[in-house]
């Protein structure tokens, strides 16, 4: 018997289709297949919410974040799996990769886990694996160094980790995951043996050209690398929002009056608070479109590099320059990182446990976070205080 740490997984619900746009596809998470870095036994978690079971590698850890935190792995409970049950579980090796900037691309071009392997631009790389990472490039490119969004590569949390990998292998039902414990990267001729990597994993059979979801789970990567809240309304909410980046479409829909009242009713509040997709309506939505009427990027901003990236079939991976509340989102995201700490200290964590990163507790220091950015540019948004209640402690497990 072997003892595996579970780890909670993220799915990816249908989006409703009255805001569906025809660039979009409903995105529903996988379980990851990570390709490990050398030999030896793929270890199989299993969640018990869901019954889905992923591979996990020796090198998963947390770095520290910040002196008053225990570092902690991003653990929801240990369990015991057997070694038969590991073993039936492993996944194929993906032999084949692509390098594009700080984008590590795996893949296959063999079995069930093949792409496509169209080659239009005959560079002995498949169009898929291409247009994949170019996604995924721009997407990074675009918060990161354009819009500013706190870098994970090299940031506080991810000090060490210099590229993004991407596995793109079956993932079943599943359009991607994103992971938000660092690993060792995986050997290869143009890296180092000190790489390190934050990873995802893409369907094989996603085609970029017409899906978001890479450019979806490099934006939850922005969001671990600022804060360690993962509570859905915050963390699928406002990466709903962020898909308009590089889709060609206006802000979707907004189902909360953009001139409030802000802070929302309790009871919109706790409404809110069990929203996971649909938060991007509810919230994230009317606060871009109160903040930023234009949401015009301009091309001087974007740069050469990124207006020019095309996909295989020619059409532009920045499908168009719209995207309201890049800023205000930026400085929430900001003060998020500031307010997990807050939360850490008053919740009395012991550790970012994957239950605490997620427990009920944390969404009034969200919000407060979100209000209190608000009212920079938005004067006469209220005053937003985390209510003073006694919490039972929440150690996790
Ligand atoms: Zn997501």
Redesign the pocket.
């Known amino acids: 018997m072997k003892i595996v740490q579970l780890y909670n997984l993220?799915w990816?619900i249908g989006r409703r289709m009255e805001y569906q746009p025809a660039f979009i596809v409903p995105?529903v998470?996988g379980f990851e297949n990570r390709t490990r870095n050398t030999g030896g036994q793929v270890t199989v978690a299993k969640n018990v919410a869901t019954g889905l079971s992923r591979e996990l590698t020796p090198m998963q850890q947390t770095p520290r974040r910040a002196p008053i935190r225990v570092i902690t792995l991003t653990v929801f409970l240990a369990v015991f799996v057997s070694a038969s049950t590991a073993s039936a579980q492993q996944k194929t090796f993906l032999k084949e990769h692509y390098v594009l900037g700080p984008i590590r691309v795996f893949y296959t071009n063999e079995g069930k886990d093949a792409v496509p392997l169209d080659d239009v631009d005959r560079t002995a790389v498949p169009d898929r694996i291409e247009d994949i990472a170019k996604q995924v490039w721009a997407a990074r490119y675009l918060f990161c160094e354009v819009l500013k969004f706190p870098d994970p590569l090299g940031g506080e949390r991810y000090r060490k980790v210099n590229c993004i990998q991407v596995s793109v292998r079956d993932l079943g039902g599943g359009n991607?995951?994103?992971y938000d414990e660092s690993q060792r990267a995986r050997l290869i001729p143009e890296g180092k043996p000190t790489d390190r990597a934050i990873v995802m994993s893409i369907n094989c059979k996603l085609n970029p050209i017409e899906n978001i979801t890479p450019a979806?789970?490099t934006?939850?990567l922005v969001q671990y690398g600022a804060t360690y809240f993962k509570n859905s309304w915050f963390?699928?909410g406002m990466?709903?929002w962020s898909e308009h980046a590089l889709a060609r479409e206006g802000l979707g829909h907004v189902k909360y009056s953009p001139t409030g009242p802000w802070p929302q009713e309790l009871q919109h509040f706790q409404q809110l608070s069990k929203m996971k997709?649909d938060a991007e309506h509810m919230l994230w939505n009317a606060i871009a479109r109160r903040t930023d009427r234009d949401g015009l990027l301009r091309d001087k901003l974007l740069g050469e590099k990124l207006t020019s990236l095309r996909y295989s079939d020619g059409t532009h991976v920045l499908r168009d320059r719209t995207l309201q509340g890049a800023e205000v989102m930026r400085e929430i995201v900001i003060e998020l990182g500031k307010l997990d700490d807050v939360a850490f200290e008053e919740l009395k964590y012991d550790r970012w446990s994957e239950v605490n990163q997620r427990a009920e507790g944390n969404n009034s220091y969200i919000y407060k976070a979100v209000m209190d950015v608000f009212r920079r540019r938005v004067p006469s948004v209220g005053a937003y205080e985390v209510p003073v209640v006694k919490r039972p402690m929440d150690h996790g497990t």
Do not use: I, P, W
Request: one cysteine or more; proline letters at 0%.
């Open positions: 993220r990816h995105c998470n991607g995951v994103a979806h789970e934006f939850h963390l699928e990466t709903r997709y």
